[in-house]
Structures are given as structure tokens and as C-alpha cells.
């Protein structure tokens, strides 16, 4: 796809030494949350939010004669505003506990990147599932945002529904396909963070171990992380949701030709889109891909930036999103 991802940002960051204590975060991030490692990622065009258009139908142009001329059309739009979350933590080790180690800048930097993999998980449920009406601190995840079968992408009726249900109910699975790029689907970042990334090494602090009522000290060691990000959806028609499959069983369970439908719902059949599902679904898939009857699937022989296997829906990645799990039943 050529997207511009949180590790082209970083680097693409002037010198080697400015850009270094950015690196391995990204590379967390990527490698953690498989939405980072396709997310395109571009600076907001305001401090801490993003403002766009979204097209909701399109203008019909007319055809003409010699001699003759056609009335101007317009382009049908609605305004927008993107906003972007802010996942911060710190992560402190005991100064000597570290001193001691045979390579403490390794072991800090082991302990830091632990602190760093729980800030992912945070950030993949919500690109998943945030909701604005649970924190005011977030905002809406793709299951948020398309938790209807009535939902119209754009609020265009000519085009098929976002959302397609499996039939389940109850405690179900879902498949979220995503076509991103640029005027698609995108991240954001603040246009004054590096990947909307910062890694700050504090130094030698003095912790409080206990109450602050009855306060116990020792030295440690400090980093500050945070991700600030947002998701920006300029067109909705790049986004199918297979929602309602039943985790077990044998009725309203996984049916490729189901995601076979839905794909064919993107504009021009999804040619660059990328296939997200929970761990029971992947596990489906790949057991379905050992099959000689197998008509659906292929292992991408060159494997992903990270040496893993790829599996292949006709074509498509398929990405294991550990934290979509299960939810309830929609309709």
C-alpha cells in the first residue's frame, strides 16, 4: 500500500541520534498492535484535533453537445472533527536493583518496553471499541462508531450497509476489514510529536513507596512515555464489519463466504484492504489453510517486517487483533 506508518514517521526523523530513543517505541507499536503496523499516519491540521469533509454522495456530472455548455455541480460534504487521545504512564525500577544488573541500560530499557507493550494494548482496544461516552478522555473505536446493521457509510444509501451480522447472539466474535490511506481511513498525530511518541528519560528520582500519609522512600529510576493519536475516517465506505459470529458451535459461526460479501462492499472489491480478527477466528483460519480443499486461504511466502507468517484471505492479510475479543450481540 505504501502507507506512511508510525515507523515511516519515525524514521524519517532528521538525524539517527534525534530519532533513536523513538525507534524501539515504534517498533513496539507495530509489532504489538497489528493496526499500527498498517495505520498511514499523518500530522493533524490542528494542535490537538483534525478537521475534514466527509463526502456524502456524490455530484452528477452531464454530458454536453458542440456549441453547448453544462451546469456547474457541487460536491456534497458534511464537516468533521477528529480528535486525539492521550495515553501516558511512567515506568520506575530501584536504582540498585538495576546497578547491580551485568547491563542495567539493557535491563531498564527491558522493563521500560513492558510498560511501553501495556500502553499498545490500551491503544488497540481503542482503535477497537473507544467511546467517547465512557471516558471524555478518548474517542470513538471502530466498533463504536459502526454498531448498527442500518449504519449507511457517509449517510449514502446507494452504497451497502457498513456492518454485516453473522446471525449470532449473545457473546459473539466480529472481523473488522479496513482499506487504508490517505482520504480513507488514517491515524492522526500532533504536528509537533514524533509519531505522536515521546520517551523521556528522568533519571534519578527519589520514589515514594508507601502511603504519602506515611511515606517510604528509595532511589529509582524514571522514564515518562506517552502516545498521543487519533483515528481519522474521511470515507466510511473503506469499512466492513462482519459482526454477530458465533465464538462455537455449529450455527452462525465463521463463514468465509460471508467475508467474501463483505469485501466485495469496499469500493472496487477491497484490492488493498486489510483483514482484523480475534484470536478464535485467526485460529479458524489458520486451521482452514492446512486443508487440501482449501479454496480461501494462502501463507505469504515473504512473511510480514517482523519475520512472521502471513496469512492470506484471497489475497488479503489477515492480522490477529488479540484485544477484539468477544462483546454482545448487536442489531
Known amino acids: 500500500m505504501g502507507a506512511y506508518t508510525i515507523m515511516d514517521v519515525v524514521n524519517s526523523y532528521t538525524t539517527l541520534d534525534a530519532k533513536a530513543k523513538y525507534i524501539w517505541a515504534a517498533n513496539v507499536l507495530a509489532r504489538k498492535c497489528p493496526f499500527f503496523q498498517d495505520m498511514p499516519m499523518k500530522p493533524s491540521n490542528q494542535i490537538f484535533s483534525n478537521i475534514g469533509a466527509r463526502v456524502s454522495y456524490l455530484n452528477t456530472p452531464a454530458t454536453r453537445g458542440f456549441n453547448q455548455g453544462v451546469a456547474p455541480t457541487a460536491i456534497h460534504s458534511v464537516n468533521y472533527t477528529e480528535g486525539i487521545a492521550m495515553i501516558e504512564d511512567y515506568s520506575e525500577v530501584d536504582k540498585t536493583l538495576c546497578d547491580i544488573q551485568p547491563n542495567p541500560e539493557q535491563w531498564r530499557s527491558e522493563r521500560d518496553k513492558i510498560k511501553l507493550e501495556a500502553m499498545t494494548q490500551t491503544a488497540e482496544t481503542l482503535i477497537i471499541s473507544g467511546s467517547k461516552t465512557s471516558d471524555v478522555n478518548a474517542w470513538d473505536g471502530f466498533r463504536t462508531r459502526f454498531n448498527v446493521s442500518t449504519h449507511y457509510p457517509n449517510g449514502d444509501t446507494t452504497w451497502p450497509v457498513n456492518v454485516k451480522l453473522a446471525g449470532g447472539s449473545g457473546t459473539v466474535n466480529d472481523i473488522i476489514i479496513i482499506e487504508w490511506g490517505e482520504s480513507k481511513v488514517f491515524g492522526l498525530y500532533p504536528p509537533n510529536l514524533v509519531g505522536g ?6 533519571g534519578e528520582v527519589t520514589v515514594v513507596t508507601n502511603t504519602l500519609a506515611s511515606p517510604q522512600y ?30 462455537t458451535g455449529v450455527d452462525n459461526i ?3 463466504e460471508h467475508l467474501v460479501e463483505v469485501i466485495n462492499n469496499l469500493p472496487g472489491g477491497g484490492a488493498d484492504a486489510v483483514i482484523y480478527v480475534p484470536r478464535a477466528i485467526k485460529t479458524q483460519m489458520d486451521i482452514a489453510a492446512m486443508q487440501k480443499n482449501n479454496a480461501f486461504y494462502t501463507i505469504d511466502a515473504n512473511n510480514d517486517v517482523f519475520g512472521r507468517p502471513v496469512l492470506r484471505f484471497r489475497g488479503l492479510p489477515v492480522r490477529l487483533a488479540e484485544k477484539m475479543g468477544t462483546f454482545t450481540a448487536i442489531s
Open 254 to 256: 465463521f463463514n468465509p
Open 197 to 202: 511518541i515521546q520517551v523521556k528519560d528522568l
Open 218 to 247: 528509595m532511589q529509582g529510576y524514571r522514564t515518562f512515555m506517552s502516545l498521543y493519536f487519533g483515528l481519522n475516517i474521511e470515507d466510511e465506505r473503506y469499512i466492513q464489519r462482519l459482526a454477530n459470529i458465533q465464538p
